[in-house]
């Protein structure tokens, strides 16, 4: 004879859908992806104009360069190389040589990355500004809404107990893992998520934006102290690629939680904001 009442204690899986992400954010969201994109390959197309990064106010004039990606010899022997603080390494087919219309010519980055695909420093400074100004904007408009809503507060800043080093330890031990949080636990962003968004919102996109002001003319000669705070506008650009990179390393660890906790779910969460749990409910 089956035990009902036990069988009413029984509890199940069932999944509940919930409200995480606000209409700004979901759209600010898509709008940083587009203007971050546009930027890094209207950078590199930068870049290419003089793919040598300096520290100081004199650039090739007077400062020894930290960073170089170029080439060297000709025709069948043209090979590409990093050369970081004196230490070179061979990137041949990688950085620094580039197959344009069946030809290998020298080149930083491969036509296929840049914005334009063909060598155009004018073009490319073009697209790197609007979307820059676009970028800023968005940003603005997002952080004065998170602030005046209290989602920068509840959602982004981590509570006293989430920076405890044993809690902080095991978060490292379940990404590691792979264990993603379930139930209500998945409603919320975790220490380790709200740390890496606060570095990248008061740290890196800051730093990005100021840096990329300090390499403007028109900028410099209003706000001068600007060229000083960073040492140079030669130390603003190196810093500059060095804060894109990060941000690159961001966004390509960002991808990989995405699809490793959800694929569907957390993209459909970012564009209809409905996200979907795991709750222990009652047998029905």
């Known amino acids: 004879m089956?035990?009902?009442a036990n069988n009413d204690n029984i509890h199940y899986p069932r999944t509940v859908y919930v409200q995480r992400h606000s209409v700004v954010t979901r759209v600010t969201h898509w709008l940083n992806v587009l203007c971050l994109s546009f930027l890094l390959l209207s950078g590199l197309q930068i870049f290419n104009a003089h793919p040598e990064l300096y520290w100081g106010h004199y650039g090739a004039d007077g400062d020894p360069a930290v960073l170089t990606i170029g080439s060297s010899g000709q025709g069948d022997g043209l090979r590409g190389f990093v050369r970081v603080a004196g230490v070179?390494?061979?990137?041949?087919?990688?950085?620094?040589?580039?197959?344009?219309?069946?030809?290998?010519?020298?080149?930083?980055?491969?036509?296929?990355?840049?914005?334009p695909s063909f060598q155009d420093l004018a073009a490319g400074r073009r697209w790197h500004f609007f979307f820059a100004w676009l970028f800023l904007i968005n940003g603005l408009l997002y952080l004065g809404f998170s602030l005046l809503s209290g989602h920068f507060h509840r959602d982004i800043t981590p509570i006293r107990s989430q920076l405890s080093p044993q809690h902080l330890w095991q978060e490292v031990r379940d990404h590691?893992?792979?264990?993603?949080?379930?139930?209500?636990?998945?409603?919320?962003?975790?220490?380790?998520?709200?740390?890496?968004?606060?570095?990248?919102?008061?740290?890196?996109?800051?730093?990005?934006?100021?840096?990329?002001?300090?390499?403007?003319?028109?900028?410099?000669?209003?706000?001068?102290?600007?060229?000083?705070?960073?040492?140079?506008?030669?130390?603003?650009?190196?810093?500059?690629?060095?804060?894109?990179?990060?941000?690159v390393l961001f966004v390509?660890?960002?991808?990989?939680?995405?699809?490793?906790?959800?694929t569907w779910n957390n993209i459909r969460s970012m564009i209809t904001g409905r996200y979907a749990i795991q709750e222990e409910g009652p047998n029905t």
Do not use: C
């Open 176 to 247: 590691a893992r792979l264990r993603f949080p379930k139930g209500q636990e998945a409603k919320r962003y975790n220490a380790l998520q709200k740390l890496t968004y606060l570095v990248v919102i008061v740290v890196l996109l800051p730093l990005m934006v100021l840096t990329g002001l300090t390499m403007s003319p028109g900028v410099d000669a209003a706000l001068p102290a600007l060229v000083d705070i960073f040492g140079g506008r030669q130390s603003a650009r190196t810093i500059h690629f060095i804060t894109a990179s990060l941000l």
């Open 88 to 115: 070179e390494v061979s990137t041949t087919g990688v950085l620094g040589v580039s197959s344009f219309e069946g030809e290998r010519t020298p080149r930083a980055f491969p036509a296929w990355i840049t914005i």
């Open 252 to 262: 390509i660890v960002h991808i990989a939680m995405v699809v490793l906790s959800g």
């Open 2 to 4: 089956t035990d009902t």
